[in-house]
């Protein structure tokens, strides 16, 4: 099960980093040069300051004083921003955005901005909390499911892209009661068929 972490940095900014995810700085170039360098999904709440900087592999987010949340892994980059403002750039292209929005990194390398976002499920990891509103089984099995209990879940069988799931479940929860409280929406069968390994079929 992935596990949370809460970081302070030099300049009083604080970090709640998702499961899997690392971040890098250097202390002692801090207070010149507040840059790190980031992948997985976290939370920032920026102190303000001379210019705070975050790259990952797929783009850059630069901020003043502000809280937002990056989710930078598996080629998808995204950024949220809660209070203040946020430049995000990645590829040929940058946007400015502001609290309720949301910048999504494209495949062509433009940022396109969603305005009608759902918070509760961007922030739904910050308080152990499966959110989903209307999610396709990929999201929900491959990128929640998977990641946070470390395991495969097999489902060859299905169009997980066309199922979509609504539903509010704990992140304590054991991954079967999990499993098979999103399944049981659909009539999915869970069963457990090696180390690790789950399948769900009809």
Not at 157 to 167: A, D, K, V
Request: hydrophobic residues 40%; negative net charge; charged residues 20%.
């Amino acid at each position: 099960m992935e596990i949370q972490l809460s970081l302070i940095l030099p300049d009083n900014s604080k970090v709640l980093l998702n499961g899997e995810s690392s971040i890098q700085y250097n202390p002692y170039w801090w207070s010149f040069n507040r840059q790190l360098s980031f992948e997985g999904e976290a939370f920032f709440e920026v102190e303000k300051g001379s210019e705070f900087s975050v790259f990952s592999e797929n783009g850059t987010t630069q901020v003043l004083g502000t809280s937002f949340n990056i989710l930078a892994e598996d080629g998808i980059y995204e950024v949220f921003c809660k209070t203040g403002k946020v430049k995000v750039s990645g590829g040929l292209d940058f946007k400015v955005i502001f609290p309720g929005t949301l910048a999504v990194l494209s495949s062509t390398g433009k940022i396109e901005i969603a305005e009608d976002v759902k918070v509760e499920e961007i922030l739904a990891w910050r308080t152990n909390e499966f959110i989903f509103n209307t999610a396709p089984l990929t999201k929900v099995i491959r990128r929640e499911l998977e990641r946070h209990y470390n395991v495969t879940i097999v489902a060859s069988n299905l169009n997980l892209e066309e199922i979509l799931f609504s539903g509010s479940l704990s992140r304590e929860a054991s991954l079967t009661e999990v499993l098979e409280s999103v399944c049981f929406s659909f009539n999915l069968h869970v069963e457990k068929s090696g180390d690790n390994i789950y399948t769900v079929s009809e």
